[in-house]
């Protein structure tokens, strides 16, 4: 009898701490989620204000912030919400630490392509709606994040480029000037009048309503090829205009050359043939 009533009591202590300690904790545990709730709705919502207040003065700076800032106030509100329920934060920073040193160390090409990003965010080598050339693509930038550039291809691909390739590469911004020069040459022969293929250049240059007169072009010899004399004609126009500019006065050349007699030679090969008759001897024994 005085096992069961031992046994019994031990029992009911053990129910008794276990209500104890849900009554105590239960509080905070509702608590913190309802923290961790409304926390993260704030932040949405803080950062997609945020997205949209910098989305009108610079998209880049909007994407780059809304990611960092967001990613910040998670790691903040969670320690949060860790220490209503009774977890020593000092502990839990320290387990965050030692996570985040052996996270950094798996992931040494993540955190070069974060600090690609500041990079580009501070320095601004290009943003988004630019043109640019870079890891052998060429194409419209679509968004910049904490680790990649997303660019469109004219072709319409979608490019993913980690951004510590771009920092540390060379690219070409192709827009960041509201006007390119078009350059162009095209071949006359050595037998044509090198003063009419010129004049035929300028005419071209002027009908053209995309060519800009300031700076003026420079339409002169470039040099003297093997099969033909090179005309250098280079024209400055928008840089929406480049590459239309560039195609349509190909055709209009050829067509004005055509009508003017001047040919465009390409190179040619001689062949000569030869026969040699086959000398015939005698049979050998």
Not at 61 to 77: D, E, Q, V, Y
Not at 153 to 169: E, K, M, Y
Request: hydrophobic share 45%; net charge negative; aromatic share 10%.
């Amino acid at each position: 009898m005085e096992e069961f009533f031992a046994e019994n009591g031990q029992a009911s202590e053990l129910v008794e701490q276990a209500i104890t300690l849900v009554m105590n904790y239960t509080p905070k545990v509702v608590l913190a989620i309802v923290t961790l709730i409304v926390g993260l709705w704030l932040i949405n919502r803080f950062v997609g204000a945020l997205d949209k207040k910098l989305g009108e003065k610079d998209p880049t700076l909007s994407k780059f912030l809304g990611g960092l800032i967001g990613a910040i106030l998670k790691i903040m509100l969670l320690i949060s919400a860790a220490s209503m329920i009774g977890i020593a934060t000092t502990s839990f920073i320290a387990v965050i630490g030692a996570a985040g040193l052996a996270i950094g160390l798996a992931l040494q090409g993540s955190l070069a392509n974060f600090a690609g990003g500041v990079l580009i965010l501070i320095f601004k080598p290009f943003k988004v709606g630019d043109t640019i050339e870079a890891q052998g693509f060429l194409g419209a930038v679509a968004e910049i994040s904490i680790l990649y550039t997303v660019v469109n291809t004219f072709d319409n691909r979608r490019i993913v480029i980690p951004n510590g390739s771009l920092s540390n590469a060379t690219l070409i911004n192709v827009s960041i000037y509201d006007k390119r020069r078009c350059d162009m040459t095209f071949g006359i022969g050595y037998d044509d009048d090198i003063d009419t293929a010129k004049a035929v250049c300028q005419r071209l240059f002027e009908e053209d309503e995309r060519s800009l007169m300031d700076p003026p072009p420079r339409i002169c010899v470039g040099g003297l090829g093997d099969n033909s004399v090179n005309i250098m004609f280079r024209a400055w126009v928008a840089t929406d205009d480049l590459w239309p500019y560039y195609w349509d006065m190909q055709e209009k050349v050829k067509k004005a050359f055509d009508a003017e007699g001047i040919s465009i030679p390409f190179p040619q090969r001689d062949v000569h043939l030869y026969s040699h008759a086959a000398e015939s001897g005698p049979a050998s024994q």
